[in-house]
């Protein structure tokens, strides 16, 4: 038996265009001193990564030709990294051999490093209703005269769509000058890609204009809302304020939530005009009767998908508000200056009400992959037994 451990130390998230890198070790677990120790030996071992997609019968028409199962990845070798799964491979890279021939006595281990630029040309992942991707490393390691054995390692691919490719023009600066940095390690630093893609990512999140609303309906203005910006990186907090004092509409409640909406290509509809499929992320919810200004706070999670486009499929995000005012004025309680007892005020039985609703659109764009490895579900290690 020869144990086969995959590890990505850095973490199970990556952005399109950084390195992939993981350590593959091969272990004979048997000890020297068993009476039935004994070499173990392998044919040869390859990596590559390959995204799996998978679309929902019920909500998306794909054609004929598509929904092979267990397509043939485009390569030299016999190793099909999506044998066995649901779905077709979108997306592969080369495999790149690992050893040939491997021997390892009892107790032995050898580690192979494997790396890899994750393509940027392909989706980000995405569990959604209607369609998933899913990004995987394959190690495929064979017996002599036994069949593939495949160890899948399952990671996060986030994509900054709408940067330019490279992320920015070079001769720009996207990052404050730092006078204890040598003028060479300046240089490098200006080369690596992920680091600039950061930057920009910084940049595009940080800038902030303040947005004035009115909230009115057909009876008249209801309140004023103001929010900072409307780009946001996951893991930030969306605030907004409301004041009720200018608005000539009392408000009973209001809330807040943050949606996701996915909609399938009108080409790959499996019924004409089909709804969109709106997910919730996040709720805020409160009373209001009387007050003359609030406010919310929104996180965005770190485990959802940024907003993005393929053939298929679009993802949008949005704030939907909803309101319920009272038709008539609503007294609010008085108090006497000189008043000595304690006086309870209670709210009308009845109150006809209006309630109407309405959508921000916003952007939701990818934050550090560092970041986002700590609440990944995945763990960036799996082994196998051969």
């Not at 990671?155 to 720009?172: A, S």
């Not at 004023?224 to 910006?229: A, R, V």
Request: net charge negative; charged share 20%; aromatic share 8%.
């Amino acid at each position: 038996m020869i144990e086969v451990v995959a590890s990505m130390a850095r973490g199970p998230v990556f952005l399109a265009g950084e390195v992939l890198e993981c350590l593959i070790t091969f272990t004979n677990p048997i000890s020297h001193l068993s009476t039935s120790a004994s070499s173990e030996m392998l044919a040869w071992a390859s990596a590559q990564i390959h995204c799996q997609f998978h679309a929902s019968e019920s909500r998306v028409a794909l054609p004929t030709q598509g929904t092979k199962q267990d397509v043939q990845a485009e390569s030299d070798t016999v190793l099909i990294p999506s044998k066995g799964e649901r779905g077709q491979c979108v997306l592969d890279t080369p495999p790149k051999i690992l050893f040939c021939d491997l021997r390892l006595d009892p107790g032995e281990s050898k580690t192979y490093s494997y790396s890899e630029v994750v393509p940027t040309d392909g989706p980000p992942s995405f569990r959604g209703q209607a369609v998933k991707y899913v990004y995987k490393l394959t190690i495929g390691c064979q017996r002599v005269n036994s069949p593939i054995k495949l160890l899948r390692v399952p990671f996060r691919v986030l994509v900054l769509h709408g940067m330019p490719e490279p992320p920015f023009p070079q001769d720009e600066e996207v990052a404050p000058s730092n006078p204890f940095l040598e003028e060479e390690e300046g240089s490098r630093r200006d080369t690596r890609p992920l680091e600039r893609a950061l930057d920009m990512l910084m940049i595009s999140t940080s800038r902030r204009c303040p947005y004035m609303f009115n909230i009115t309906n057909v009876r008249g203005k209801v309140a004023k809302f103001c929010i900072f910006k409307t780009v946001y990186r996951l893991g930030e907090d969306i605030i907004g304020t409301f004041t009720f004092s200018e608005g000539d509409i009392p408000c009973l409640q209001y809330s807040v939530s943050l949606q996701s909406e996915e909609e399938v290509q009108e080409h790959y509809q499996r019924r004409p005009g089909q709804a969109v499929s709106v997910t919730g992320h996040g709720r805020h919810l409160e009373s209001c009767l009387h007050t003359a200004s609030s406010h919310f706070s929104l996180p965005v999670p770190l485990n959802v998908t940024p907003g993005f486009t393929t053939d298929i499929v679009t993802l949008r995000w949005r704030l939907h508000f909803e309101f319920v005012t009272a038709r008539e004025p609503v007294e609010a309680p008085v108090v006497l200056q000189n008043q000595s007892e304690v006086t309870v005020w209670t709210g009308a039985e009845h109150v006809d009400v209006d309630t109407f609703s309405w959508d921000l659109p916003i952007k939701v764009l990818p934050t550090n992959p560092t970041l986002a490895s700590y609440v990944s579900q995945f763990t960036g290690t799996n082994s196998i037994n051969i």
